[in-house]
């Protein structure tokens, strides 16, 4: 895999009415459309699916080919569109009844931090995740229903946070 390349300004959060935003309304922007097409898929096959975001050689912002993963997995191919790589994305497949499944993983925010990249996350529920791996803190972009939202969705009893440090979304995670 080719060595990413962190940016040199990290995408900055502000809260917005308890909603995390991204600075890059860009990133954004084609995050919710790579998502678009693959939310359905990962609903369907049951599977995670995955990739990068970064910079062409040509300066413009592009996504990776998504790739098919596992239920609970995805490991994303060395992009070839890619020159410079700032962020993983994932989806996190279809309906469960683990609120775990709504959230990015301890193990989704350690995997971004090795890589030195930041990360997307798309839940069954349609909330819109961002892993700040520098900080080591998730934060909604979007909520419940933001994104393409899995048919079978039946919302959970537990409240589920906002945004979370990798230490609070461990102890959430063991208390479940």
């Known amino acids: 895999m080719k060595t990413p390349i962190r940016r040199v300004l990290?995408?900055?959060?502000?809260?917005?009415?308890?909603?995390?935003?991204?600075d890059?309304?860009?990133?954004?922007?084609?995050?919710?459309?790579?998502f678009a097409e693959i939310q359905p898929l990962s609903f369907e096959r049951n599977r995670e699916y995955c990739g990068y975001i970064g910079?062409?050689?040509?300066g413009n912002l592009v996504a990776s080919e998504a790739?098919?993963?596992?239920?609970?997995?995805?490991?994303?191919?060395d992009p070839?569109?890619?020159?410079?790589?700032?962020?993983?994305?994932?989806?996190?497949?279809?309906f469960n009844d683990d609120p775990g499944s709504e959230v990015p993983s301890p193990d989704d925010m350690?995997?971004?931090?090795?890589?030195?990249?930041?990360?997307?996350?798309?839940t069954p529920g349609g909330r819109f995740w961002?892993?700040?791996?520098?900080?080591m803190?998730?934060?909604?972009?979007?909520?419940?229903?933001c994104l393409d939202q899995d048919p079978e969705y039946l919302p959970y009893d537990e409240k589920i946070a906002t945004s979370y440090t990798y230490d609070e979304l461990v102890t959430w995670l063991n208390e479940e």
Do not use: F, W
């Open 24 to 34: 890059s309304k860009a990133e954004i922007a084609l995050m919710k459309e790579v």
């Open 67 to 77: 790739r098919r993963g596992r239920k609970s997995s995805c490991r994303a191919k």
């Open 80 to 94: 070839v569109n890619i020159e410079v790589i700032v962020a993983s994305y994932h989806t996190h497949g279809a």
């Open 130 to 135: 961002y892993v700040d791996s520098e900080d």
């Open 110 to 122: 350690e995997g971004d931090q090795a890589e030195g990249i930041d990360g997307y996350v798309a």
């Open 55 to 58: 910079y062409d050689e040509d």
């Open 10 to 22: 990290p995408l900055a959060l502000v809260a917005c009415s308890g909603v995390a935003m991204a």
């Open 137 to 145: 803190v998730i934060s909604q972009i979007c909520g419940l229903g």
